[in-house]
């Protein structure tokens, strides 16, 4: 193909012309202030969301720092614990003792000093259910309700399947429910 000789002013024009940038469409408002509000809504929400999380971080911090000091104040108490009671088979001497003059103390009608013995007993052996239940009745003999509902619940925790402290437990907050 041959080139074309091309004169004239025309031809600047017309190249000028088709190198110019087409003229930028003009946002519609009602659409632009539309989307400006959702922005402003969605990032309204991602800054509540993220203070939630710094919150919830901060108290997940506390909880952690919290657990480790109970258990650091439980493994001192457990020291303190071994220091003072004898282990093996003169700890177990010394359970069956306290229960047994407990049990007589009881049965005599002395419930302030089977409870002194029972609790004694029960720092011993701190999962034994029998001595919570021993406990429990006492508190409850004594009108002392709240105390005793507490040591029933302690028991169905400890042994869901210890079916007389999970009965009396509910006669129990009924009772409390309705006073």
């Not at 041959?2 to 000028?16: C, E, H, Q, T, W």
């Not at 110019?20 to 659409?31: G, H, K, L, S």
């Not at 069956?96 to 002194?116: I, P």
């Not at 701190?126 to 028991?155: M, Q, V």
């Amino acid at each position: 193909m041959k080139s074309l000789p091309i004169r004239g002013m025309g031809l600047d024009a017309v190249i000028k012309d088709t190198l110019a940038d087409p003229p930028a469409p003009q946002p519609d408002p009602e659409v632009t202030a539309r989307l400006k509000a959702a922005l402003e809504k969605e990032s309204s929400a991602l800054a509540e969301t993220q203070e939630l999380l710094r919150l919830r971080n901060a108290a997940l911090l506390e909880m952690d720092g919290e657990k480790a000091r109970l258990a650091s104040e439980r493994d001192r108490l457990e020291k303190e614990l071994a220091e003072w009671v004898p282990g093996g088979a003169g700890r177990e001497l010394l359970l069956a003792a306290l229960k047994e003059r407990a049990e007589t103390f009881g049965r005599a009608g002395n419930l302030l000093d089977a409870f002194h013995l029972y609790r004694r007993a029960l720092r011993l052996n701190p999962l034994d259910t029998g001595l919570l239940y021993e406990i429990a009745t006492i508190y409850y003999s004594a009108g002392l309700y709240h105390p005793s509902a507490e040591c029933l619940r302690a028991i169905v925790e400890l042994a869901p399947g210890h079916e007389r402290a999970a009965e009396n437990l509910k006669a129990l907050e009924e009772e409390l429910r309705e006073s």
